[in-house]
T-cell receptor, first 113, second 111 residues
Framework: DTGVSQDPRHKITKRGQNVTFRCDPI?????LYWYRQTLGQGPEFLTY????????KSRLLSDRFSAERPKGSFSTLEIQRTEQGDSAMYLC???????????FGSGTQLSVL | TQLLEQSPQFLSIQEGENLTVYCNSS?????LQWYRQEPGEGPVLLVT?????EVKKLKRLTFQFGDARKDSSLHITAAQPGDTGLYLC???????????FGTGTRLTVIP
């Protein structure tokens, strides 16, 4: 299967801990997006990469959130000092071109206790 | 605030019935996409509409983009239990690097 993969699928952590999620996009795609989805809502855009360049990060929810894509392939999303309000599904998507068809991963479900 | 509002938020119908889901905004979009999402999975693209007034059909699903490119609808004919899921519209604004997703419509089709 060569779709978008995310790891882990589920993460339970205690408030104040740091967490890191990984996304492996479809290999031919140079654009990678991170979204957050809370229960009953649509995905909310967080940040976007074209190759290794992070072209949009103003919508990251706070300075506790950071993302990297060091070699233009896989990406990581880190949340420092997690809070209960960070509990959500974190979705990664990739595409060939900006706002063309997005291929989503299955997401990482984060629960902060 | 959400750029795209979807209605209804929840819809539960019997198998074989028809339904329409709406996606509305005060903003103009270059294109609009519809996705379906199942529990525990990411959204999957169903269709993209680009031209104002455009109608696209995908088997029993009919998608329409408003003339002013501010709204869209999804009509399902003779709904099946397999149509159950969260339907999301997503708009692309010129110059934006991301899609704006709607609030979603959760559809349940009862056998």
């Amino acid at each position: 299967d060569t779709g978008v993969s995310q790891d882990p699928r589920h993460k339970i952590t205690k408030r104040g801990q740091n967490v890191t999620f990984r996304c492996d996009p479809i290999s031919e795609h140079n654009r990678l997006y991170w979204y957050r989805q809370t229960l009953g809502q649509g995905p909310e855009f967080l940040t976007y990469f074209q190759n290794e360049a992070q072209l949009e990060k103003s919508r990251l929810l706070s300075d506790r959130f950071s993302a990297e894509r060091p070699k233009g392939s896989f990406s990581t999303l880190e949340i420092q000092r997690t809070e209960q309000g960070d509990s959500a599904m974190y979705l990664c998507a990739s595409s060939f071109a900006t706002n063309e068809k997005l291929f989503f991963g299955s997401g990482t479900q984060l629960s902060v206790l | 605030t959400q750029l795209l509002e979807q209605s209804p938020q929840f819809l539960s119908i019997q198998e074989g019935e028809n339904l329409t889901v709406y996606c509305n905004s005060s903003s103009v979009f270059s294109s609009l996409q519809w996705y379906r999402q199942e529990p525990g999975e990411g959204p999957v693209l169903l269709v993209t509409v680009v031209t104002g007034g455009e109608v696209k059909k995908l088997k029993r699903l009919t998608f329409q983009f408003g003339d002013a490119r501010k709204d869209s609808s999804l009509h399902i004919t003779a709904a099946q239990p397999g149509d159950t899921g969260l339907y999301l519209c997503a708009g692309d604004q010129a110059g934006a690097n991301n899609l704006f997703f709607g609030t979603g419509t959760r559809l349940t089709v009862i056998p």
